[in-house]
């Protein structure tokens, strides 16, 4: 069973411009969570979509979004990147319908801003 | 907001030494979640625990959740270089979406 998948892993980008990461969650897997992993901060929330919707939010501004697909892949996008925006973007998985759903994360995409 | 604090920040020991990390929160979790992380990867879920009180033993690692689901340990006999990485605490509150609140992580180092 494949786990989940994020693409690219690597990403540089220039201040001001936009990105966008994707994320294929494991099959059956209907919950897609983001986070964004710096070494100051640690592991923070962004957001959570299930069924196309966003379910849940974190703290971070609104040049940060999302989408997911009917097919459950989910794509972040962030706009008028800044350096701070430096980080390891992780996606996280979850089959829904249990009462503790553990989360699977895939690999990361690690965004250089210069 | 949901905080976990997590301790030691980081951890250098020899292999063959015990060792536990701690994750303390005030507020309660439905379920916590530990997992490790090595460099440039995404973090693996190791175990989950959810009843108070629950241990849970993988190998050498021992997990425990504390009766009041506030608090959580994981123990570490016999540490191995291969046991080296980022663990990460991660709980759940009661009634939220698959949102985790994570600790700030413990830094373990095994030295051969």
């Known amino acids: 069973k494949a786990g989940v998948t994020q693409t690219p892993r690597y990403l540089i980008k220039t201040r001001g411009q936009q990105v966008t990461l994707s994320c294929s969650p494991i099959?059956?897997?209907?919950?897609v969570s983001w986070y964004q992993q710096t070494p100051g901060q640690g592991l923070q929330f962004l957001f959570e979509?299930?069924?196309?919707?966003?379910?849940n939010k974190g703290n971070f501004p609104g040049r940060f979004s999302g989408r997911q697909f009917s097919n459950s892949r989910s794509e972040m996008n962030v706009s008028t990147l800044e350096l701070g925006d430096s980080a390891l973007y992780l996606c996280?998985?979850?089959?829904?319908?249990?009462?503790?759903?553990?989360?699977?994360f895939g690999q990361g995409t690690r965004l250089t801003v210069v | 907001t949901q905080l976990l604090e997590q301790s030691p920040q980081f951890l250098s020991i020899q292999e063959g030494e015990n060792l536990t990390v701690y994750c303390n929160s005030s507020s309660v979790f439905s379920s916590l979640q530990w997992y490790r992380q090595e460099p440039g990867e995404g973090p693996v879920l190791l175990v989950t625990v959810v009843t108070g009180g629950e241990v849970k033993k993988l190998k050498r690692l021992t997990f425990q959740f504390g009766d009041a689901r506030k608090d959580s340990s994981l123990h570490i006999t016999a540490a191995q270089p291969g046991d080296t990485g980022l663990y990460l605490c991660a709980g759940k509150a009661s009634g939220s979406a698959r949102q985790l609140t994570f600790g700030s992580g413990t830094q373990l180092t095994v030295l051969p």
């Open positions: 996280a998985s979850s089959r829904e319908g249990r009462t503790n759903t553990e989360a699977f």
């Open positions: 099959s059956g897997h209907r919950s």
């Open positions: 979509y299930f069924s196309e919707t966003q379910r």
